[in-house]
């Protein structure tokens, strides 16, 4: 009989008995204890697999990232031999029904707790951070925007449409949502719609595919005012800007507000009617710049305020230096900073800040290495030289390493698309928007090609 063997007969009725041992093994706050660790619920010992039910998928991921090892430790101090942990939750349908009634008693969820619902949720949906006019942070980069989405929730706008413009992560969901929220309040009786671009196109095949397209023209023209996001995405779908043309018109004809966003000036976007683009900047258009250090500060404090997180001084300016391209990013970061602090009841420290930074950032070595590193595995592949990819030279097979190469450096850096126009001969916004969405064009349709272009996103990923 083997040693564990031996102890379970003697001394363990269960694997409950042996996950109540390891528990109390854990050297963990209190409130960590009651919030993760003892909502979990032994499963069965599978042969050298502990199964552990965990209360909901956020949950499970802060076990995977913070206690798996320290479970795998202790269980093999207890057994005698390393095992394995699989996390299991409703959404897995692992279970059988045995086991399904082992765990049917109440687990207390993270929603049903009051300290967890002012300090721990981290979803923009459901945490205090909502998107609204008080947690948007103005500064020089995004002023007018601002300006003009308050004097539409404000009724004194005499424009339409609303047309915003940047990069990804500066805000532009933000600002639309704090409108619609604000109009709501105001006018409740209004029909306001907001939608994405890929969801108005969606919805408009699957109308044609069903014949109802006559609902989907009454759903969006009997808007009070419309909100669409990321209109970028409309190029190259004739039918959907058709529709979206007709959508413009009507509602605009009856004084209805018009805001739409995207990541480029209208007359950027590729393969889109004249028509359309004429409608764009019928009102006024403002962009969105990447903000100064000065705003990513005012985020980095106004995100720990509202989630109870005490960062000293020099550790927000350590992140608002780095941080420099994407709000998203900060807001990331001050979260993945939150659960490391309260977990482990340490202050946030320089060194917790590189951390974190590194893991949302994914800045394995510095951003001009993973440029040159971009540009001459390349320059390998299309059979051409990095300073022929960097020059004014239009030959195809050097745009096309060139398209190829901005794609990935967008995907594995967090440089701007400015910025990155800068590493080829300091070509514009727009130059590297078009090479990213001819890439993701080609991609689509050209198996080959999209596993090179894929190849090359892991190789320097990994490098």
Not at 52 to 80: C, P, R, T
Not at 151 to 157: R, V
Not at 317 to 325: C, H, P
Request: hydrophobic share 35%.
């Amino acid at each position: 009989m083997s040693s564990f063997e031996e102890t379970k007969k003697n001394e363990l009725n269960s694997f409950g008995d042996i996950f109540e041992i390891m528990k109390q093994r854990l050297d963990v706050s209190e409130t960590a204890r009651s919030l993760f660790i003892d909502p979990i619920k032994p499963i069965k010992l599978n042969n050298k697999t502990a199964v552990l039910f965990i209360a909901n998928d956020w949950v499970k991921k802060i076990i995977e990232e913070n206690y798996d090892e320290i479970f795998k430790k202790h269980l093999k101090d207890i057994l005698g031999f390393e095992v394995d942990i699989e996390y299991v939750t409703n959404n897995d349908n692992t279970l059988t029904p045995e086991e399904i009634v082992r765990v049917s008693d109440p687990i207390p969820e993270l929603d049903d707790d009051p300290y967890t619902k002012t300090r721990l949720h981290e979803t923009e949906e459901n945490s205090n951070y909502k998107y609204t006019f008080d947690t948007f942070i103005v500064g020089e980069s995004n002023r007018l925007a601002c300006a003009a989405c308050k004097s539409i929730a404000q009724d004194k706008a005499d424009f339409n449409p609303l047309y915003i413009y940047s990069e990804p992560g500066l805000g532009k969901t933000h600002l639309l949502y704090a409108i619609k929220n604000e109009i709501e309040n105001r006018h409740p009786e209004y029909n306001i719609i907001y939608v994405s671009s890929e969801t108005f196109i969606s919805e408009f095949v699957n109308s044609v595919k069903t014949n109802t397209t006559e609902i989907f023209k009454n759903k969006y023209r009997n808007a009070d005012m419309l909100l669409v996001d990321d209109v970028q995405f409309f190029s190259g779908k004739k039918e959907s800007q058709n529709e979206l043309f007709h959508t413009f018109e009507e509602l605009h004809r009856k004084g209805k507000e018009i805001i739409l966003t995207s990541d480029r000036p209208p007359k950027e976007i590729n393969d889109i009617e004249t028509r359309l683009i004429t409608r764009f900047e019928w009102g006024l258009l403002t962009d969105i710049a990447a903000p100064e250090f000065e705003t990513r500060l005012a985020i980095i404090k106004r995100k720990a305020e509202l989630m109870n997180l005490k960062i000293p001084n020099n550790v927000m300016e350590y992140m608002a230096d780095k941080l420099k391209n994407n709000i998203r990013q900060i807001e990331g970061a001050i979260i993945r900073m939150y659960h490391i602090a309260f977990l482990s009841g340490n202050t946030p420290t320089i060194l917790m800040a590189q951390n974190t930074i590194k893991d949302v950032m994914n800045e394995q070595q510095p951003v001009p290495v993973t440029v040159d590193h971009v540009i001459t595995d390349v320059s390998h592949i299309f059979n051409v030289s990095p300073e022929e990819m960097r020059s004014k030279n239009r030959n195809s097979q050097v745009s096309t390493a060139r398209q190829v190469a901005m794609y990935v450096i967008s995907k594995v850096t967090e440089l701007s698309y400015t910025s990155i126009g800068k590493e080829f001969g300091g070509r514009d916004h727009s130059t590297v928007v078009y090479a990213t969405n001819k890439v993701k064009k080609v991609m689509q349709t050209d198996s080959a090609y999209r596993a090179t272009v894929e190849d090359l996103i892991k190789n320097i990923s990994n490098s």
